[in-house]
């Protein structure tokens, strides 16, 4: 027992001190193996009564003890991770569960687009005149920074908790986490910028931006508020064509395919000028969620 203890030590500590490249596998054979030797005569002195030999051999069945008790700490450690693992994964399918039954599913498609698409991408189209509350998730934690940067336009600005900073760096270095994948990072820098630069001329953009955010990692109900924000900030905005398909998209994520189809009907007649990509990307989307 003692014996492979040591052994089993030993070729841990081999394999994690050993250099890339590692040992040649007869080199490690024959320390292993030397070592061996080693452990039998130390058992011998042991049996013979050598008191050195006791003592190491005292030591040895400490390191065991130390060895089992780490073993059982780790089993139970991993299985605490399995349960919280298990844990956060039936609360983001009750999380999603709830988004899908918001109350708007159950509007009449032209009804639940117009309270979508109202002041925002309406006949009306002038930033100038749009108002109405904005519409966003209630759980949220910028909520409020969200009612404040897309409420009336021209109003006055809400008060913002976050530190004043430069709109340019703030934008550009939150483009730049978007463009390396660091979505997490993005979403943090863009939900400031707009908090606390809504009036800022590249607004209709960072909300855009914001919903890419949410949309690459599923999040709808999320993407579906920043779009919103986006063509409101900017009806006629030059990500406004493509702000509206990643809405019905976002729609249609949600399960809520209908409410998609009728916010994908508008696109004609609110972007007429729309560039062919976009018109493209309207037609994909359409065919996805099989609207007729």
Known sequence: MIRSVCLTVLALAMFATAPAPAQ????????????????????ERFMAGDPVADTLMQRLDALDYQVREMTGEIERLSFENRQLRQQIEQAERQQ???????PTANLPADDAAAAWMQDGIGEAGDADTATGPAIVNPDDPFAPQRAAATGVLGGAPGASALPASDP????????GR????DFDGAEAGFERFVAEHGDDPRAGEAWYWLGETFFVRGHHAESADA???SLRAQPAGERAP??????????????????????????GGQFPNASAASRDRAARESARAGCQ
């Open 242 to 267: 493509d702000a509206l398909v990643r809405l019905a998209a976002s729609l249609h994520g949600l399960g809520q395919t209908r409410e998609a189809c009728a916010t994908l009907a508008r696109f």
């Open 178 to 181: 978007l463009l390396d994948g």
């Open 96 to 102: 999603r569960a709830a988004r899908a039954a918001a």
């Open 24 to 43: 040649s596998r007869r080199e490690m054979t024959e320390r292993i193996d030397a070592t061996e030797v080693r452990i039998g005569r130390l058992e």
């Open 227 to 229: 779009y919103i924000a």
């Open 168 to 175: 340019a760096v703030l934008y550009e270095d939150a483009r």
